[in-house]
């Protein structure tokens, strides 16, 4: 288990929180997401044989946000 913390810039309200947490969430081997809205971060604890931390990056990008 790998635990990443990433920098994203965009998220501004509850919904953005939705959209990254249930999307990244929805990926075979996260298991856990945690957005930061104050901060701009998001802690993904995930499985490096599942999930790819590029997989988790492009899908945050999907969901119309910018991972630095």
């Known amino acids: 288990m790998k635990t990443v913390t990433l920098n994203v810039q965009g998220m501004s309200c509850g919904h953005c ?14 298991n856990e997401v ?4 104050d901060e701009a971060l998001v802690e993904v604890a995930f499985n490096e044989s599942k999930v790819s931390l590029d997989k988790i990056k492009e899908t945050i990008e999907d969901q119309g946000y910018d991972v630095k």
């Not at 929180?17 to 996260?30: H, M, R, T, W, Y």
């Not at 945690?34 to 809205?37: C, F, I, R």
């Open 17 to 30: 929180v939705k959209a990254v947490e249930g999307s990244v969430g929805q990926l075979e081997g996260v």
């Open 34 to 37: 945690n957005v930061k809205l």
